[in-house]
């Protein structure tokens, strides 16, 4: 099992970003999927989910409305385009495999970074 992020990046606050995670190894069709970020000294914080088939969808509160996970089970790539971005956002992101309401794989993440 392999998931590989990439799209981070540094941008100025409004801006936007859009994250993948490439995944092979395993029938990416099968598993729902997340995505986590981290900030140094504090653990992951979840930030959206998204069902096997693409639907549903569901965020964290202080990314609803900006944030848009997606999926493309063709390609076993998964997405997340961030708009309107907040200094808050600035994290390591990384995207996860959900099996059984655990997350048991996780990407080696990519830094988003909002500044001025």
């Known amino acids: 099992v392999q998931l590989v992020e990439s799209g981070g990046g540094m941008v100025q606050p409004g801006g936007s970003l859009k994250l993948s995670c490439t995944v092979s190894?395993?029938?990416?069709?099968?598993?729902?999927m997340n995505w986590f970020r981290q900030v140094p000294g504090k653990g992951p914080e979840w930030v959206s989910n998204?069902?096997?088939?693409?639907?549903?969808?569901y965020y964290a509160d202080d990314v609803k409305g900006r944030f848009t996970i997606s999926r493309d089970n063709i390609k076993n790539i998964l997405y997340l385009q961030m708009n309107s971005l907040k200094i808050e956002d600035t994290a390591l992101y990384y995207c996860?495999?959900?099996?059984?309401?655990?997350?048991?794989?996780w990407g080696q993440g990519t830094q988003v970074t909002v500044s001025p």
């Open positions: 996860t495999r959900e099996n059984d309401h655990v997350s048991d794989y």
């Open positions: 998204i069902n096997n088939d693409g639907s549903p969808t």
């Open positions: 190894g395993f029938t990416f069709s099968d598993y729902q």
